[in-house]
């Protein structure tokens, strides 16, 4: 709800302000008015404020002489930051054929960024060593303006390209400087130059477009559009395919009030071609068509049966039916489907796109997806007919049997026996569309809703997990498996299990992160895999995913090998040499997702324990290590990376399910718990440790001296607003500025 943050909103970007002034202010940005100049350098500026900073660091360069850039034609199409090799580590990053620049710089090393057009902001470089901003707050805007329905987000690439370290520490290949936040203060060189983009909108924000990688709205256009084209043509092969001159209808078809077997029909207009007419064979035998069937019935009955204490409150009646049947007709379905596959899936890769089929998955888990498709839809009537159901289908699903009914957990484990079971498929898919649903209600629901999934759905959930065994969730040796002897269904159903659990686990730990609400799971039972690359994940045959296999998981990888426990161990336990950091950084993003994530949880247990300063040093070893080997993922080139695409690569809307999700912006989750450390370490005075120990401080009834322990940085707990840690970010922002 942007107007809780502040009554005056910018026209241009939605951003909104709480002082007018502010306002003002920001509205400079959006113009291409520069008014404050440098007297030493010439340079100008947006910004009163800005043009001091400056002139603090100018050291009176002439910026007339850089009026001609030396960066490379794709470096100044994506606005970035480029060092005039040929070619320059952009392009030779990604991997991509260098473009002489159009003009060229004089010879002195410097280079003006006003003479690139379009580029947001003033950047002076020299060479390519310290890039410092002169208008940080212009860069950001400018993202706003290219995503406004983001508030701030930017594509793939630029959050990528943070920067490093000045202090000794040798670049990452590949890694740029244009995104470094200027280091003003020398206690903050430590956090590397990474800045709360992602997290400070992400925890003032609701709903799952303006929180997470949704893609712009231009993208999910042009999605709906492909989707609409590619249906219509499919639907009237099929129509023409299926006429023979017994089935032609003798006239027009609606089916407004047609039901069959007791089950209403859907209105015809919605799932037909516009000239309304169908096979009476083909619309019977659709196994679709009987599937959303089920769900309508299933809603049905959650509406006229539900105990005393449900969520639901609608009352079923003709017109509510009609709305049903309206929401989940075979046309709007496979909308809302594919808007899951391309916008939603990059940032929960759970499902198995290349073999999942709607006519036999359970339509509990269909009803799931068609809900949090229609909140990423671009079509405000899809947003806002979704929300009638959401109470609706979380009843459907923690009310199914196979998500109810308990599995005995057998009494030795047998990691080698098969998975691919109708009984652990059908609750793999329950546990799946549970998990949906409460990120469906957990970012697009009311406040009570909101409360609802966290305090019981998701303990619930956590159980159902168990019930499956987190302890089953492993790979076989794939790499020393012949070719003949791979079993594609096996491994995907391993590999969901795996993914779902890996993703239960993370939800926790958000929960732990922005709500201040202690864990259900703990890292001691992680006992699952690692999931494996996207690249075998997304291969379309058995064939292309085994090949893949043997390419990115050779024998002694840590895929097969390695459980989530584990790493997490070796990377807060163990001193990691850069041969191992280089292995761990294989494991792609989702994965290391995942273990920064785990140590939210150890700064969670410190700050509510009896804790000393002792204790901290697995948390800043892991802190350590971790950055160490996401800086090493970074470095690899993203073109031939198996972990998937990057928005800035432009991909068409058949290749939009295939790109790096909101993980991407794992090193914001490291920052966070870098300052988290470090504010649990200076809670300790030294002051009145000293007072303590002379007998000024409180006793204990033998006489010893009481150690009190720091209180928790966070006080609230189990609060639905993540507002504690968006101020925390924001006092962060300011001090470290």
Not at 279 to 297: H, N
Request: charged share 20%; glycine share 6%.
């Amino acid at each position: 709800m942007p107007d809780a943050l502040g009554p005056h909103r910018c026209p241009a970007c939605f951003k909104t302000y709480k002082r007018r002034e502010h306002l003002q202010r920001h509205r400079s940005t959006h113009t291409a008015e520069r008014p404050h100049r440098c007297a030493l350098c010439g340079a100008s500026f947006r910004r009163s404020d800005v043009l001091k900073r400056h002139v603090q660091t100018c050291d009176g360069a002439s910026a007339s002489s850089a009026s001609r850039r030396r960066a490379c034609d794709r470096c100044v199409r994506q606005k970035k930051a480029c060092n005039s090799g040929q070619p320059c580590l952009n392009c030779e990053r990604r991997a991509v054929e260098f473009s002489v620049p159009t003009t060229l710089a004089p010879q002195n090393g410097i280079t003006d960024m006003h003479a690139v057009p379009g580029h947001p902001g003033s950047l002076h470089t020299s060479g390519f060593g310290h890039v410092p901003f002169d208008d940080f707050d212009l860069l950001i805007q400018q993202a706003v303006s290219q995503y406004p329905l983001l508030g701030g987000q930017q594509s793939m690439g630029d959050w990528f390209d943070v920067g490093l370290p000045h202090h000794g520490i040798p670049e990452a290949p590949g890694i740029h400087e244009f995104h470094r936040e200027p280091v003003r203060n020398p206690a903050a060189s430590r956090y590397r130059g990474y800045t709360f983009r992602f997290l400070s909108d992400f925890t003032c924000r609701t709903g799952l477009v303006s929180s997470f990688e949704c893609a712009t709205l231009e993208q999910r256009q042009q999605i709906v559009a492909a989707f609409q084209q590619s249906y219509l043509e499919q639907q009237a092969s099929d129509y023409f395919a299926s006429l023979t001159p017994l089935s032609m209808p003798s006239g027009d078809f609606d089916g407004h009030n047609q039901s069959l077997a007791g089950l209403p029909a859907f209105p015809g207009n919605m799932a037909l071609p516009d000239h309304g007419l169908t096979s009476w064979s083909s619309w019977l035998d659709d196994p679709l068509v009987l599937r959303l069937q089920q769900v309508v019935w299933l809603v049905k009955n959650v509406v006229t049966v539900r105990p005393n204490n449900s969520a639901v409150t609608l009352t079923w009646s003709p017109a509510l039916e009609q709305s049903c049947l309206n929401f989940f007709s075979p046309r709007r379905f496979a909308k809302f489907i594919e808007l899951y596959w391309s916008v939603w899936y990059p940032n929960v890769t759970m499902l198995h796109r290349p073999t999942f089929d709607p006519a036999t998955a359970k339509p509990i888990l269909l009803a799931s997806m068609a809900l949090i498709g229609a909140c990423v839809s671009p079509d405000a009537v899809d947003n806002e007919d979704a929300r009638t159901w959401f109470n609706c289908v979380e009843e459907m699903v923690f009310t199914d049997d196979d998500f109810c009914r308990d599995i005995d957990p057998p009494a030795v484990v047998d990691v080698n026996a098969p998975l691919a079971t109708m009984a652990t498929l059908r609750k793999l898919q329950s546990l799946q569309a549970a998990y949906l649903i409460c990120l469906c209600q957990n970012w697009e629901g009311t406040d009570a809703s909101k409360r609802r999934i966290r305090r019981h759905r998701f303990s619930t959930l956590v159980s159902t997990a168990r019930d499956l065994g987190i302890d089953t969730a492993r790979h076989l040796d794939y790499s020393s498996m012949p070719k003949h002897e791979f079993n594609w269904a096996e491994y995907v159903v391993r590999e969901e299990l795996i993914r779902s659990l890996t993703w239960i686990f993370l939800l926790d730990t958000a929960f732990v992160i922005f709500n201040n609400l202690p864990h259900r799971m703990v890292i001691k039972e992680m006992k699952m895999h690692m999931a494996t690359p996207e690249a075998c994940f997304q291969a379309p045959t058995a064939d292309e995913c085994i090949e893949l296999i043997y390419q990115w998981m050779p024998p002694g990888s840590p895929f097969c090998s390695l459980l989530l426990r584990e790493a997490i161990e070796t990377v807060c336990l163990d001193t990691m040499t850069p041969g191992k950091q280089g292995q761990f950084s294989q494991l792609g993003p989702v994965n290391l997702f995942a273990i920064v994530s785990a140590i939210h949880y150890m700064i969670f247990q410190h700050q509510n324990s009896l804790g000393v300063e002792g204790q901290l040093a697995p948390i800043r070893n892991g802190l350590r290590n971790w950055i160490e080997i996401w800086e090493e993922y970074a470095s690899f080139p993203y073109a031939l990376s198996p972990h998937g695409v990057l928005q800035e690569d432009c991909p068409t809307p058949s290749m939009m399910w295939k790109r790096i999700g909101f993980v991407r912006f794992s090193p914001e989750y490291w920052l966070l718990g870098s300052l988290l450390a470090d504010r649990l370490s200076a809670a300790t005075d030294p002051q009145r440790d000293a007072s303590s120990a002379s007998g000024g401080g409180p006793t204990s009834p033998g006489g010893r001296t009481k150690q009190l322990s720091a209180d928790p940085i966070l006080e609230k707990y189990d609060q639905t607003s993540m507002r504690q840690v968006n101020d925390l970010i924001t006092g962060f922002q300011k001090f470290n500025i």
